[in-house]
DNA sequence: AGGATGATATCC
DNA sequence: GATATCATCCTC
């Protein structure tokens, strides 16, 4: 399977959140090739989003978002939890796209529902902050037998001091699919 | 409903 | 250098 072009990432962040449900999520490590199929993201804007983290400007956590698409944003969070999100828009914009869930498709034990499950069952972690997208470890490709995608929009999870930016609907996620980290 | 657990941003 | 906060998950 060969990875999505550095152009699918290169677009509008709310686009690129809902054309990545049904893709397939890769991850080569030690022979062991891990892959599950995105079926729950979350866009994150760019600085004028109070719920992104960019809303606080470059800072060395913040950088890559801010950098070229198509790479890795990994971070911790309440000190135990690592989330994946995906750069997107041009050099220099400050979005991405949570990685929420997965459909467990090839060597991932246990959970991949929730973003901190997705990336234990992913072995996602800070070495990856900043991973290229678009090479042959960690990379998104299209389902072999992808169908039509029925999508369902949602406020964003556990996003509430961001005012305004709360309650809109940048969370995306297939329609009936049993692997939806929260209805 | 509450605790774990550490990086980060923001203050002194 | 101290402290409040956090795009969560597990256990009770």
């Not at 809902?18 to 994150?44: M, N």
């Not at 029925?150 to 556990?158: A, L, Q, S």
């Amino acid at each position: 399977m060969q990875a999505l072009p550095r152009s699918f990432y290169n677009r509008d962040t709310t686009l690129v959140a809902r054309e990545l449900l049904g893709k397939y999520l890769i991850h080569r490590l030690d022979g062991v090739e891990r892959i599950g199929k995105i079926v729950e993201v979350e866009a994150y804007l760019g600085p004028h989003d109070l719920a992104a983290h960019t809303s606080k400007g470059i800072t060395p956590r913040t950088q890559v978002m801010f950098g070229p698409p198509g790479h890795a944003y990994v971070y911790l969070i309440y000190g135990m939890h690592h989330c994946m999100n995906v750069v997107t828009e041009a050099d220099g914009t400050g979005a991405a796209v949570l990685l929420r869930a997965l459909e467990p498709i090839s060597n991932l034990p246990g959970s991949a529902s929730g973003p901190g499950r997705l990336c234990k069952a992913m072995a996602i972690n800070k070495s990856h902050y900043g991973q290229d997208l678009c090479g042959s470890v960690l990379f998104i490709a299209e389902d072999p037998d992808a169908g039509p995608v029925d999508i369902v929009e949602r406020p964003r999870i556990g996003v509430d001091y961001a005012g305004e930016w709360a309650t809109k609907p940048l969370r995306f996620y297939i329609d009936g699919n049993p692997y939806i980290s929260r209805k």
